[in-house]
C-alpha cells in the first residue's frame, strides 16, 4: 500500500489476526462470466482467423471423402493462441467452469490440456482400448467399419465434478457419446460438448445428450470424414 494510505483491513491485520485470504477460483469452481458484445466481437474476428486456416482434402484417405484438416492451427503459435482463446469465449456460454476437461484420442489431446490449463481444470484422455494402465471404465461406439471402445481411468474423474467433452470435430457423434457415457458412469457431471468444427450435415448432434457447443461449420455439406 502507498505510504500515507490507511485501510481498515491494514489497521486490524496482525500476526494474531491475519486478513482473511480470498477463495482459489479454480477450486470453487465459480460460474464464468456472461459473454459481453466486446467478448461477442472478440470471437467473431477469432473464428474468422480460424476458419480461413482449415484446409480440404478431397478423397482422403478414400476416394468420396473430403478430408476436413485442422492442422495448420497448430503450425501458426498465433492462431493457436487464437483457437485457446476462442474456445476460452466459446466456453462461457456454458455459464459454469469445468473442473475437469476429457479429450478425445487423437486430436482432442492437441488442444485438450492447453484449453483445460487455461480454464483452471484438469485433463483427462479418452483413449482406446487396451492404452491406459490401472482400471478402467469402458464404452463401445460404432464406425464406420465397425465397433470401437474408449477407456478412461477410474479414478480420473471424480464424482460430483462437472467435466467437458472436447475434441477436433464432430461428425457422426459416436465417439463423443462414449466419452459422455464413461463421464457419467465415473459419477461426473456431463456440462457439455465442445467442438472445433461441425459437420453439420451427419447430424451428429443429435446423439448428444448433453449442449453441444461448436466453433466452426463444415466449409462443405457433402461427404466428409472428421
Known sequence: ???????????????????????????????????????????ARLK??????????????TKGILFEDILPIF?????????IRALELHIEEVGQRPDVVVGLEARGFLFGPSLALRLGAGFVPA???????????TA????????????IQRDAVKTGQKVLVV????????????????VTKLGGVLLGYVFIL???????????????????SSQ???????
Open 1 to 43: 500500500m502507498p505510504e500515507g494510505l490507511t485501510s481498515h483491513t491494514a489497521s486490524t491485520s496482525s500476526s494474531h489476526h491475519p486478513p482473511p485470504i480470498a477463495p482459489d477460483a479454480t477450486t470453487q469452481n465459480p460460474r464464468l462470466p456472461s459473454p459481453t458484445p466486446s467478448s461477442a466481437s472478440e470471437l
Open 127 to 137: 483413449r482406446k482400448e487396451g492404452k491406459l494402465p490401472g482400471p478402467v471404465e
Open 220 to 226: 462443405e455439406d457433402g461427404p466428409a470424414k472428421a
Open 140 to 151: 463401445g461406439f460404432e464406425k464406420e467399419y465397425g465397433k470401437d471402445l474408449f477407456q
Open 167 to 182: 475434441d477436433d470435430i464432430i461428425a457422426t457423434g459416436g465417439s463423443a457419446k462414449a466419452a459422455g457415457e464413461l
Open 198 to 216: 461441425e459437420l453439420d450435415f451427419l447430424k451428429g448432434r443429435e446423439k448428444l445428450d448433453a449442449p453441444v457447443y461448436t466453433l466452426l
Open 48 to 61: 474468422i482467423t480460424l476458419q480461413s486456416s482449415l484446409r480440404q482434402f478431397p478423397d482422403f484417405p
Open 75 to 83: 503450425a501458426d503459435c498465433e492462431i493457436h493462441a487464437s483457437l
